[in-house]
């Protein structure tokens, strides 16, 4: 009921020595320039359980002033009451139209839970789907779509 993405669409390997650049598990940097966290964004499973949902391990781009708020709090209790952080999806999911670039907010968690992402509200079949749930049949879908061909 997860994928998720190791890093960035704008990662390049080659960029692992660069000085430069930085990639760990939760944060992102290149070329000091550009700034992503790790975060989650689910989707509502309308068939499932109560409370079901299938979630998309993302990265987002964040302004250098967000980035370095985010991350002067990681530690902080009580950070899940910061106002959600303007971002852009850095990640390409199996959507058409392109998932990278569309506008969210990001809403930090609690001390050792990635931030949530939300969308904002447009007709794009993810923000769509993020508003108005998926099925079980959907799960199904996305699965086969990412899973290795023999």
């Given at each position: 009921?997860?994928?998720?993405?190791?890093?960035?669409a704008?990662?390049?390997?080659?960029?692992?020595?660069?000085?430069?650049?930085?990639?760990e598990?939760?944060?992102?940097?290149?070329?000091?320039?550009?700034?992503?966290?790790?975060a989650?964004?689910?989707?509502?499973?309308?068939?499932?359980?109560?409370?079901?949902?299938?979630?998309?391990?993302?990265?987002?781009?964040?302004?250098?002033?967000?980035?370095?708020?985010?991350?002067?709090?990681?530690?902080?209790?009580?950070?899940?009451?910061?106002?959600?952080?303007?971002a852009?999806?850095a990640?390409?999911?199996?959507?058409?139209?392109?998932?990278?670039?569309?506008?969210?907010?990001?809403?930090?968690?609690?001390?050792?839970?990635?931030?949530?992402?939300?969308?904002?509200?447009?007709?794009?079949?993810l923000?769509?789907?993020?508003?108005g749930?998926?099925?079980?049949?959907?799960?199904?879908?996305?699965?086969?779509?990412?899973?290795?061909?023999?």
């Amino acid at each position: 009921m997860a994928y998720g993405a190791a890093s960035p669409a704008y990662w390049d390997p080659a960029m692992a020595t660069d000085e430069t650049c930085l990639l760990e598990e939760e944060q992102c940097v290149i070329r000091l320039e550009h700034f992503f966290i790790r975060a989650m964004l689910s989707l509502p499973v309308l068939d499932g359980q109560p409370d079901t949902q299938f979630e998309w391990g993302v990265w987002v781009s964040l302004s250098p002033a967000n980035f370095d708020r985010m991350t002067s709090m990681w530690t902080t209790p009580g950070r899940e009451q910061e106002p959600p952080y303007f971002a852009w999806l850095a990640t390409q999911l199996p959507y058409e139209p392109t998932t990278l670039n569309l506008r969210t907010n990001v809403q930090t968690q609690p001390i050792g839970k990635r931030p949530l992402v939300q969308l904002e509200p447009t007709d794009h079949p993810l923000a769509v789907e993020q508003r108005g749930g998926i099925t079980l049949a959907r799960v199904v879908e996305i699965a086969e779509a990412l899973l290795p061909r023999h």
